[in-house]
Every structure is written in structure tokens, then in C-alpha cells.
């Protein structure tokens, strides 16, 4: 008689058990709008060489062609949420690269080397960039990759330092800015896969509905539309980490 | 009330009168937060005087036994009493002030001004090259918290105050000079005691058997808190001799140190590279002006999307 109670009492746990299952509600629909914040970062090489009639590549000659350290954050505004989305944002980042001048002398043993003092290529990349994400297999398969790909239109100030100051060669100095545009492509993958309750949470918490990290290949080219002059024209990967809220 | 708790309560009653009892000095009006009075040679001659005020705490009637006195002794660290008389053919210990008790009970006050020179180390002289430095104290006999006699140690003032008289010299730096694009940068090292500034001359090395002449006149100064200075507007290719010296905090100079030479060369920096590589930039701010409001319109767009979200 206790064995059939308890196989009926177990039967009506399943059931409710079942019931709660069928009562928990759908994930929310993706909002059609929101904001995506990046941190990112990289290495690149400055295409100077590139420029018509140059004698030689003075950033082979200073900098040994080694890279610089590009650092920099993007905000994006996504305008529209549908089969994927689009966004348009604002970025900012920093790259320097230091080496020795090198001496100028009239005597062959000492002309060409390394001097005492650095000098110092630095630029400010910002860019204005309109992208879009298809996000669809996340949102619908659950696949937490995103590829995307982004086009915009770049401003670069840029200065060279020699001892710590601008360097003014002829009354010219080493200081000014730079316009061109690029094209971005790269794969976002979603950190909330690992670990949902977590992506909940942070949610409800603090409003981040994604984290993500990405690497993306730039192709930028920054040489004043064409114009000949310096080009800090560049292509480079940036590997980084994103919210979006 | 539990134990712990009356252990505490009666602690805390026996330690609060002991650390009433305070007597600290200063050296008055201008120099309240010096622990050290540093003066020179020239100080001592002119007769410079100095002032020390006290502050008293917790001390009157009540526990005080005697007067307080405000020596100055021959040590860098306060007696519990001064010695008046000179042993083992030392100085004795010069008694600056003497406070009566009534006086002791207002909290405050200060002793009258007092030649720097007669600190017991000096004995009125300023000699050369010495560097003498003095404590000045108080001792006051007392009668501790649950004492009834004044045989205990007296009470000494909280704070030590120093007269430091300081004729000797300082040592001159050490000094690196590089040869950089029309300057020279010369990097000064300081050689122990602390110092207020260095003086720097610089000359075009003689090519004769004349003498360097020195400039400016007036001598470049570094503080001491820095250690590399730059002299500029120097000839690329020609030999400069540079020499520095250091001035210590009461404005001793040690002399200047040996002349080392450098010659200023000429070098390339990215730009002048680009430049003499036949670069086309000019710098500036260059073409595609319209690219400007395109990106702060851009930036607009953006801003206003985001207000129309809230």
C-alpha cells in the first residue's frame, strides 16, 4: 500500500515538474537598438615607403621596420536590429614608436649611427565607422560567432619627436593630419555561451547584454585620398574584448 | 559589567593621563614646522638669532616639581637634565629658558631670541669647514600619574629640535655630459648631503693656451630635485667644456668640478630622415577639409541617436 502511494506521489512530482518546464518564458526579443563598447588592440606597420620618390623608407631606416603599439576603444550605435545589425560609432586609439636619431656627421666612421637621442613617430588613429554584424546565428541558432565587417572614414593626427620635442626640419614642422578611409572584417565570439546564468546576471545587473571578444583584419588607408605626401596607410590585425547594452 | 570590559575602562584611565602630559617644542613664528634649523658660516658671523617656543600639555601645580628648563646641548639627542657643568672636556649644556610653574599652567609661550652662535658646539665662534649640529631640549622634574614624589625620570620635550651650523662644504657632483643636436645634456649626480641647487658654466673649449671663457656669467641653475639639464642653442661639431657645482641647503658651494668636454653633432630624427629622403609632406593640418564636418556630423548623428534612445 506504501509502495503505491509513493509511486503515486512520485508520478505528481513529474508532472509538476513537467508544468514548470512548460511555464518558463521565452527569451526576450533582441532590442532593435542599443550600444556596443570595444577595447581593442594590435600592432602595424606604417606603410611610409609607399609614398612616390622616396629614396629610401625612412621608417625601415629609423624604426628597423618594427612595429608600432597601436591601444584604442570604439563605441558603436546600433541604428537598426533586424536580420543582423547596423551600427555607426566612434574610435579612438594611440600608436607611438620610439628608436635612436641617427647621427649626421662628416665623418664616415660615426655618420649613420645611433645618437643619444630618440625620436618618435606617434599618431592618434580616430575613425568614424558604419558596420554591420550578422549576429542572426546567435540570435537565432545560439552559435556564438558574429562576423561583421566595417567601413569608415579615418582622421590621424600624427607627430614626430626628437628629444622630446616636436622636430622642425627647414621651418617645417613634424606635426599634422592625416584623412583616408578603411575597411574592416572580423569575427566576434559571444562569452556568453560559457556561461548563461553569468550573461543573466550581468544583464540584470548592469545592463551588458554581450561580451565578446573579436580579432578583426584593418585595412586602412591613410594617405590624404591620394595625395602624395607622408602615408600612414596600414594593415593590421587588432584582437580585442566588446559589451554591448 | 563584564570583566574584559572593566579591564579595559581601568586602562584606558591610566594611560589617558600619561598621555596628557606632553611638553613639545618649535621653533616659533616662521618655522613651526622646521625640526632643523640649518645655517651657514655667514649666518653665524652676522649674529643671526633664533627663537623656541613650547606648548605644554596637561602639566601645572598639580604634577609639576620645579621649573621647566629649555637647554641646548652638545648632541644630536636630548639629556633627561641639562649638564651645567662641562665633563670629560666637553661643553656644557646652554639653558636658553627657564619656565616657572605658574607660567608652565597656560600651555604656551616662548623663550627669549638666542644668538645662533652660542649653541654649546660653537662656544661663539664660527669656525671653518665644520658642521656641528645641536639638540635643543626641555626637562621638567614631574610627578608621574600614581606617583607621589618628583625622583622619577624628568619629563622631555616630545619633539627634538636641531641647530645645525654647516661650514663645510659639499661635494661636487658627478656629471655625464651628452652630445645631442646642438645641445648638451649634462646629468648631474649628487655625492650624499642634501642639496638646494647646481650651478652650471659652459665654454668652447680654448684652442690656444688661453683659458676657457666661462658663460654665462651669471651660471645656469638645476634644482636639486632634478638631475639632467640641457644647454642649448650650441654649435653642432665644435667642443664645448662644461663644469657644475653644488650648492647645499644653507648655500655652501663646493667649488666646481674638474671641466669635461662634449661636442654638440647633428643628427636625424624620423622627420629629418622623411625630409632628407625626399618627403612631399609639409605637415599641417592638409586637404580634405570636407572631411571635417562630415566627421563631426557623423559624430552629431550619433549623439542625437543616443538621446532619442532615452
Known amino acids: 500500500m506504501r509502495g503505491v502511494a509513493l509511486a503515486a506521489l512520485l508520478a505528481a512530482s513529474t508532472a509538476l515538474a513537467q508544468t514548470v518546464v512548460q511555464l518558463k518564458p521565452p527569451p526576450p526579443p533582441e532590442p532593435p537598438i542599443g550600444f556596443m563598447f570595444e577595447l581593442k588592440m594590435g600592432t602595424l606597420i606604417p606603410r611610409v615607403g609607399d609614398e612616390p620618390g622616396l629614396s629610401s623608407n625612412p621608417y625601415e631606416t629609423i624604426f628597423a621596420n618594427k612595429s608600432m603599439l597601436f591601444g584604442g576603444g570604439e563605441i558603436d550605435f546600433i541604428a537598426w536590429h533586424g536580420y543582423g545589425a547596423v551600427s555607426v560609432g566612434f574610435a579612438a586609439g594611440y600608436a607611438e614608436k620610439y628608436a635612436p636619431a641617427i647621427l649626421v656627421t662628416d665623418d664616415p666612421t660615426t655618420n649613420g649611427t645611433a645618437s643619444t637621442e630618440k625620436t618618435a613617430l606617434i599618431i592618434f588613429p580616430l575613425r568614424v565607422p558604419v558596420g554591420y554584424r550578422f549576429d542572426v546565428l546567435w540570435t537565432r541558432y545560439r552559435i556564438p560567432f558574429v562576423p561583421y565587417v566595417k567601413a569608415a572614414l579615418l582622421m590621424t593626427p600624427w607627430r614626430v619627436t626628437k628629444g622630446g620635442t616636436t622636430e622642425v626640419v627647414n621651418n617645417q614642422s613634424g606635426a599634422g593630419l592625416k584623412w583616408g578611409y578603411g575597411f574592416t572584417g572580423g569575427m566576434a565570439f559571444i562569452l556568453n555561451i560559457l556561461s548563461e546564468q553569468m550573461a543573466k546576471d550581468m544583464t540584470t545587473d548592469t545592463g551588458i547584454r554581450r561580451t565578446y571578444i573579436f580579432a578583426e583584419y584593418n585595412y586602412d588607408k591613410l594617405d590624404d585620398f591620394g595625395k602624395v605626401g607622408l602615408n600612414l596607410s596600414a594593415r593590421y590585425f587588432t584582437f580585442g574584448l566588446g559589451f554591448e547594452f | ?310
Open chain 2, 1 to 310: 559589567m563584564p570583566t574584559p570590559l572593566r579591564a579595559g575602562l581601568v586602562l584606558l584611565a591610566l594611560a589617558s593621563p600619561a598621555l596628557a602630559q606632553q611638553i613639545s617644542l618649535n621653533f616659533g613664528s616662521g618655522g613651526a614646522n622646521l625640526t632643523t634649523f640649518p645655517f651657514n658660516q655667514e649666518d653665524c658671523n652676522s649674529n643671526v638669532s633664533y627663537t623656541v617656543a613650547w606648548t605644554a600639555t596637561g602639566l601645572g601645580s598639580g604634577n609639576a616639581c620645579s621649573n621647566m628648563q629649555i637647554f641646548v646641548t652638545n648632541s644630536q639627542s636630548c639629556p633627561s637634565a641639562p649638564t651645567v657643568t662641562s665633563t670629560d672636556g666637553g661643553t656644557a649644556d646652554v639653558i636658553i629658558g627657564t619656565v616657572d610653574i605658574n607660567t608652565l599652567a597656560t600651555g604656551s609661550g616662548s623663550v627669549q631670541p638666542r644668538r645662533l652662535r652660542d649653541m654649546p658646539g660653537l662656544g661663539g665662534s664660527c669656525p671653518d669647514g665644520e658642521d656641528v649640529t645641536n639638540a635643543i631640549c626641555a626637562s621638567l622634574p614631574y610627578r608621574a600619574t600614581g606617583s607621589t614624589d618628583c625622583n622619577g625620570t624628568p619629563l622631555g620635550s616630545s619633539t627634538t629640535l636641531n641647530l645645525r651650523y654647516d661650514a663645510k662644504p659639499p661635494v661636487p657632483p658627478v656629471m655625464t655630459l651628452l652630445g645631442q643636436d646642438a645641445k648638451i645634456v649634462v646629468q648631474l649626480d649628487p655625492q650624499g648631503e642634501t642639496l638646494l641647487r647646481y650651478e652650471i658654466q659652459y665654454a668652447e673649449a680654448p684652442s690656444n693656451d688661453a683659458g676657457p671663457i666661462w658663460k654665462p656669467p651669471s651660471p645656469l641653475t638645476l634644482e636639486a630635485t632634478k638631475s639632467s639639464f640641457q644647454i642649448t642653442g650650441l654649435t653642432n661639431a665644435v667642443e664645448y667644456l662644461v663644469r657644475a657645482q653644488s650648492i647645499d641647503e644653507v648655500s655652501n658651494p663646493s667649488g666646481y668640478n674638474d671641466p669635461q668636454s662634449a661636442t654638440p653633432q647633428a643628427s636625424n630624427g624620423f622627420w629629418g630622415e622623411y625630409k632628407d629622403a625626399g618627403g612631399h609632406e609639409l605637415g599641417g593640418c592638409s586637404v580634405a577639409d570636407a572631411a571635417v564636418p562630415t566627421v563631426f556630423g557623423a559624430l552629431g548623428v550619433l549623439v542625437a541617436l543616443a538621446r532619442r534612445r532615452r
